[in-house]
């Protein structure tokens, strides 16, 4: 089995900061990429930051220059670090992973339980 386990959420004022994490662990051989995605009331989910094993990011337009995504490989940990926050960012943030649990197996998407971000005017 795989877990990812998500922590940070929280309420924020418009401006403040906070800094999301996801610890991937369980039986896992290889993470191809792991990034977060959001999802706000009476939305679809949308991406909101991927980083590749190499090290490569892929941001939404909305959050780029305010967010920033980062890994620790050794410990299957992605972050999240969220500045000049909006209302506009407030939503449940779920952490992906993209991962083979074993040489040969198919690479998989595995979801984190989500986490709650609400920023308040």
């Known amino acids: 089995q795989v877990q990812l386990v998500e922590s940070g959420g929280d309420l924020v004022q418009t401006g403040g900061s906070l800094r999301l994490s996801c610890a991937a662990s369980?039986?896992?051989?290889?993470?191809?990429?792991m990034g977060w995605y959001r999802r706000a009331p009476g939305k679809q989910r949308e991406l909101v930051a991927t980083?590749?094993?190499?090290?490569?990011?892929n941001y939404a337009d909305s959050v780029k220059g305010r967010f920033t995504i980062s890994r620790d490989n050794a410990e299957n940990t992605v972050y999240l670090q969220m500045n000049s926050l909006k209302p506009e960012d407030t939503a449940v943030y779920y952490c992906?992973?993209?991962?083979?649990?074993?040489?040969?197996?198919?690479?998989?998407?595995?979801w984190g339980q989500g986490t709650q971000v609400t920023v308040s005017p």
């Open positions: 980083i590749y094993s190499g090290g490569s990011t």
């Open positions: 369980g039986s896992i051989f290889s993470i191809n990429a």
């Open positions: 992906n992973a993209r991962l083979r649990r074993w040489a040969g197996a198919l690479v998989q998407d595995y």
